[in-house]
Structures are given as C-alpha cells and as structure tokens.
C-alpha cells in the first residue's frame, strides 16, 4: 500500500513546474514561457478564503501532469497590473496561455475534476495519482464491507496527506460502523473550518450525529409492535426510522420517514423531512438509496 501511495513517475522538478511571479517577471514567466509549454497563472489574495482551498488542487494536479503544463501564482495585493488588465474582478481566477496569449480562464474554487478537465485541454492529461488510486481502493473496500483494509488504507493515505477530505471522512465513518463514536468525532473536529464544508465531510458529520441519536444494538421489536397498535404514534416511528438506519438497514428506515411524512408532514415541525435530509447526507448526494428515496420525497410533496 505504501508503494502504490509512493509511486509515480519520475518528472520535471516541482520548482521548475510552480513558481510565484509579479509584475515585473510576468512577461518571462507566462507570456514567454507560454511558447514552450502551457502556462497556467493563478490569481490570488492572501485574504481570499477561496484561494486557499484552490490552490493546492491545483497545484497537486500540474505537479501530476509532468511537466506538460507550468504553474505561475501571482499576489494581487502586490502584483495589481496584469490582473487588472486582464480584468480580473473577483478572485481565484485562473488563465491559461498558449503561445504568448491567453486561450481559457475558470473563476472560484472548482472542483479537482473540473481542474483536470482544464489541464487536460491544455495538453497535460493528468491521469489519477496514486493518492486517488489508493481511495478508489479503500473506498471499494469499504463497500464490500471489508472495514478492516478499508481503515488501512484510509490511515495511510492520511500519513502521506494528513487532512485529505475523502480520507477522513472514510475513517471517520468506519469508526462510526464500528461504535467507535468518539474517535469519529476527535478525527471531524480537528478539522479547520473550512474543510468541514466538503460534502465528503458533512456526510461522515450526518453519520455521527444520527449515531449519537441511536446508538446501534437497539431492539426494534417493541417499537413495530407498538405501530402495529397505533400507526399514527409518530414519534414511536421516528425513532424506529433512526434505530433502523443506526443498525444499518437503511432502506427501511427511509421507508419508515417517508410513511410518517406521508401520514402527518407537519408533524413535530417537519421532523420526517428533516431526518430524512439526515438520513441522505449521511448515505451522500449519489447513493441510489438518496437518489430513490429524493424523487419519492419529491412525489409526496407536490401530490
């Protein structure tokens, strides 16, 4: 597993790749350079939020393309002239030059996917990195329900990238699989804020909390005879929608919320939607239990 994070090939130096330029060195470092091989030029602010969650990304896939694109950041509090004559109006903004002249440009704080697919129209395909072939494992792992190579992996991506969203937000849900809810919560709150943000996080977040709601071993038996009496107990049925999603049957109790939704919406505030929006951060925006279990939710709300 070490090798498979260690591996690469061997490429141009990460100095020659990234470098911070102004003003002054612009024509050398883009418009002349550009000539050679495709410059990208990152504007950026130390005070720009979004700069730094943009930056190392893309860092992280030039360095992957070796050598086929260069990097060049420039300071806009320092370096004003080209990034005003380029217009530039909100920052990160992100140009590319060919041949002396710009030929494309993003804006904000896309995603890796959306940096790749960048990179690659310059000529730069950068292919997955060990880092992503190690997750696709781990992850793979993980759905087999195979947890213990699962955490692993995950443990070693984060020693060689402590911080890794993806990583930790795939150890902090095993911990919670395993009962393990304080280790989940100490791996999540030592986070910066900023990194709480990423769905993968908030995902492994909702995992936690609707743990901590009901803690996995409960007996669900007294709580279907209890509706089998009175159906419309909709706190009994609340409770076993969490009880079943704690010990993992997940489908039966989206099930169980979309009744309740179905029986009384406005019922303690909208506690059936609201669980149930839980109930999806938690399983995240492309499991096909999320993907059903919204367009079901979709139909009951406008019926």
Not at 166 to 173: F, Q, V
Not at 224 to 238: I, V
Not at 270 to 285: D, I, M, P, T
Request: aromatic share 6%; charged share 25%; proline share 7%.
């Amino acid at each position: 597993m070490d090798q498979l994070i260690g591996a690469g090939k061997p490429g141009a130096n990460a100095a020659d790749l990234i470098k911070d330029a102004t003003d002054d060195s612009f024509e050398q470092d883009v418009l002349l350079a550009s000539r050679d091989t495709p410059v990208i030029v990152d504007f950026w602010a130390p005070w720009c939020g979004p700069c730094k969650q943009l930056g190392p990304t893309i860092e992280k896939v030039v360095k992957e393309a070796k050598g086929a694109v260069k990097l060049v950041k420039i300071n806009i509090d320092e370096n004003p002239h080209f990034a005003s004559q380029l217009r530039v109006q909100s920052i990160p903004a992100v140009f590319a030059f060919k041949g002396g002249r710009p030929v494309d440009a993003f804006l904000g704080a896309v995603p890796e996917s959306q940096i790749r697919t960048f990179v690659k129209k310059l000529g730069g395909a950068a292919g997955p990195s060990p880092i992503d072939q190690a997750l696709e494992q781990a992850n793979a792992a993980l759905a087999a329900n195979d947890l213990p190579t699962a955490q692993d992996i995950f443990s070693q991506v984060l020693e060689h990238e402590p911080g890794n969203a993806k990583a930790t937000a795939g150890l902090a849900k095993i911990f919670v699989s395993l009962g393990q809810l304080d280790d989940a919560k100490a791996l999540l709150d030592s986070l910066p804020p900023e990194a709480k943000r990423d769905p993968e996080i908030e995902a492994a977040q909702a995992a936690l909390d609707l743990a901590h709601q009901a803690p996995k071993g409960v007996d669900v038996a007294p709580m279907l005879e209890k509706l089998a009496h009175n159906p419309k107990d909709h706190q009994t049925r609340l409770d076993l929608a969490t009880a079943l999603f704690a010990g993992g049957q997940q489908e039966a109790a989206i099930d169980q919320l979309l009744e309740l939704y179905k029986l009384d919406r406005n019922w303690n505030e909208g506690a059936a939607r609201a669980q149930l929006v839980k109930f999806f951060e938690a399983l995240g925006n492309t499991n096909p239990l999320t993907v059903q279990g919204r367009r079901r939710l979709s139909s009951l709300m406008f019926a």
